[in-house]
């Protein structure tokens, strides 16, 4: 019998896995790459949300914790995935200036703003009003992690690459069994695709489909993330993501027209330089109308875990949600309020 049947292997399902086998637990993960959302994503990683010029919650906890965590996922699959890149929120007037500079009477803001504007120049980035540098920002390539850690996880045959089935789970008193595989628990890491989960499904789980661009633009030259109503972020060879969207009806995974045009509209209003789009990407986030993760233990079933609603923020929460469940799961931990996902009345 195995610790842990992890049902996803994704961001949200690798974090679970990691936490569980780090401190010697036995793992088996499911998934056949259904939900997309992690391949799809930025995966840039900032504390603070700069529309609203707040931190998002407990950020220097999940940022301090999720340095060392993909650190060593870097060590252990040997390849590159955690990328330090200053984040520059691009001004368009006196007034965001000033906002900024409110922002800066937050004790909580401090650690993650730099006091002064920086009026550094990029070619092909018009920037009269300058910019506000925030700290403790970068991005991980969730590419190279979900493909290494799967790559990983067939080498030391931990990954089953198929459709769960849940008509073939059988949840027993103390243990669960699947097609052979009888564990002491069940974690559903499964993203958007908690909508098929009959243990789940009524969990309050919205989903944002989010569509970005990666473009090439070799006059561009930039060493730093730029934000301005949408990010542009180099990630090499003169490449950059650009993006997102956010969509609310449209729950597939397809790139849409529409979506594109009005990246390439908004892009216009960041950079004035030419450049080539190279791809089209999309995914449907799993968000939640509080922008809140939804973690926690069925309430009928005790070996019946959730790790879902990591949203987009995902990089950033995934380590610390899992590290919040395993220790609600094995040590009895109750599970942050705020966290829970039976904080919905709706939810049983």
Known sequence: MIDYLIVGGNLAGIAFAETAINVGKSVMVISDKSQNSSLAAAGVYNPVVLKRMKPTQNAWEHIMYMKPFYEALEDKLRIKIDYPVPLYRKFSSIEEQNMWFEALDNPKLIPFLHPEIIHERFEGVPSPFGFGKVL???????????????????????????TFNYQLLEVNEGFISYKGISAKHIVFAEGFGIKQNPFFSYSPLNGTKGELLLIKAPQLKLSVGIKAGLFVLPVGGDLYKVGATYEWEDKTSVPTEAAKQELVEKLAEIITCPYEIIDHYAGVRP???????????????????????????GVMLAPYMAKELYESIEYGIPVNKENDFRRFPAVP
């Open 136 to 162: 403790h920002t970068g991005y991980v390539d969730t590419v190279a992690l979900i493909d290494g850690y799967w790559n990983y996880a067939k080498e030391n045959k931990i990954m089953i690459n198929e």
């Open 287 to 313: 968000t939640v109308k509080d922008r809140k993760p939804l973690i926690g233990t069925h309430p009928s079933f005790k070996n019946v875990h959730l790790l879902n609603g990591l949203g987009t923020r």
